[in-house]
């Protein structure tokens, strides 16, 4: 199964400009704002997605002051509207794309423009999104060879499932969980690159080395729109 391109996601951001930090900056407060919107508080404590959202944005570096912002911004969060988009990409991968936009049409266009470049297509409403399904990710960097007792501790603390990769851990969690294993997943020393709500297929798609370098491309060029805020893959990546 797979939900984001995971840990090339991780290195693209790391290494992100500083005159690409702006754009990354407005990202994260429309992910923010839309978080307030949906959970209907501005406190983080009983809105368990801005306080993930808040984490995030905490975790790729965005000021405090920044955050605040985003928050206290309901009226540009009232004109913003999420639009999700689904498609298909080269190799029968689908594509989930989650969008928060003050012009949809715009947004829409450029959508399809992306697509079309790399050798896909926008799809119906519906066509996709059946085979994804929400949950918090983790990522623990590896930093040493045996990472067992950090899989024990998350699934004590109620992780759904625990991978292993040459990169390190991908803790799957409940939508309500994803911080309270994140905290003891620290205490126990871990490295988090990352935690955050994602959208996972079912149906994962795997992929030869020269075909993930053609759906990466596709998968990166939707994840660097002004309007886009998460891109969700079937791509094994």
Sequence with gaps: MSGHSKWAQIKRTKGVLDQKRGLLFSKL???????????????????????????????????????????????????????????????????????????????????????????????????????????????VERDRDDLSDLQLAAIDAGAEDVRESKEGLEVYTPLMDLQKIKEVLQQAGAKIARADIIKESSQGTDLTEEQKLKVDSLFEELENDEDVIAVHTSANL
Aim: glycine share 10%; charged share 20%; net charge positive.
């Design 29 to 139: 407060s429309k992910k923010i704002s839309i978080a307030v919107k949906e959970g209907g508080s501005t406190d983080p404590v009983s809105n368990y997605k801005l306080k993930a959202a808040i984490e995030y944005a905490k975790d790729q570096g965005m000021p405090n002051d920044n955050i605040e912002r985003a928050i206290k911004n309901t009226t540009n969060a009232g004109e913003i509207k999420e639009v999700v988009y689904e498609g298909y990409g080269p190799y029968g991968t689908a594509f989930l794309i989650e969008a928060a936009t003050d012009n949809p049409n715009r947004t829409t266009n450029n959508i399809k423009h992306i697509f079309s470049k790399h050798g896909g297509n926008m799809g119906a409403q519906g066509s996709v999104a059946w085979q994804f399904v929400t949950k918090g990710q983790i990522l």
